[in-house]
């Protein structure tokens, strides 16, 4: 199945420093979603990002698709320790009948005080 | 958790028994999924429910079913419970505006002894 790779899989950083997390994939998409998990909860959706577009902005977070290498990236700018927590990417795709989400494993990012 | 309930939160259960997992939703979406989350897997599929009395398999459905009698319920049942199927279950919702975003609940910590 299409399932996006997160890289690192563990990013630890200072607060007010910028967290870049990546995802790569192998077939075509859709779209591509990033999803934020805090340790115990249910996943919250972040930003989506169409395959005809080239980058969005979300608050502190920026996202880039690059569908000719097959990749994206997620960054948080001057990041906070409220943003702790597991970064999932997702891939958009809709065969068949339905759309569905393949997730991918996660960064865990910890952002120290 | 935009309105999105399971129940139980916790169950303890022992190998061979049924367990049913229960999603409710008072957002009426249209789309219902139940995933399975474990270390090294991220997230995974079971099945998905694209409306009342629809349903179809996921990525990981062997030893599963499900049923939607209603809109804002999707019943996820372990015919009969095996320690593999110790995990933490997630159900999602999408579809009121777009069935791309999906919304998480807070998820149900099965464990199968």
């Known amino acids: 199945s299409q399932q996006g790779e997160e890289d690192p899989q563990a990013l630890s950083i200072q607060e007010g420093e910028n967290a870049t997390m990546n995802c790569s994939y192998k077939?075509?998409?859709?779209?591509l979603q990033w999803y934020r998990q805090n340790s115990g909860r249910g996943l919250v959706h972040l930003i989506l990002?169409?395959?005809?577009?080239r980058e969005k902005h979300s608050g502190r977070l920026r996202v880039t698709l690059d569908t000719s290498k097959k990749s994206s990236s997620l960054l948080i700018t001057a990041s906070r320790a409220a943003d702790t927590a597991s970064y999932f990417c997702?891939?958009?795709?809709?065969?068949?009948?339905?759309?569905?989400?393949?997730f991918g494993k996660g960064t865990l990012l910890t952002v120290n005080p | 958790d935009a309105g999105i309930t399971q129940s139980p939160r916790h169950k303890v259960t022992e190998t061979g028994t049924p367990v049913t997992l229960r999603c409710h939703q008072t957002?009426?979406?249209?789309?219902m999924y139940w995933y399975r989350q474990d270390p090294g897997h991220g997230l995974r599929l079971i099945h998905y429910?694209?409306?009342?009395?629809?349903?179809d398999k996921g990525e990981v459905s062997d030893g599963y079913s499900v049923s939607r009698s209603k809109t804002e319920d999707f019943l996820l049942t372990l015919e009969s419970a095996t320690s593999s199927q110790t995990s933490v279950y997630f159900c999602?919702?999408?579809?009121?505006?777009?069935?791309?975003?999906?919304?998480f609940g807070p998820g149900t910590r099965l464990l199968v002894l």
């Open positions: 429910s694209y409306g009342v009395k629809d349903t």
């Open positions: 990002i169409r395959s005809n577009e």
């Open positions: 999602a919702i999408s579809g009121q505006t777009s069935q791309e975003t999906q919304y």
């Open positions: 077939t075509s998409i859709n779209n």
């Open positions: 957002e009426n979406h249209r789309y």
């Open positions: 997702a891939i958009g795709n809709s065969g068949g009948s339905n759309y569905k989400l393949t």
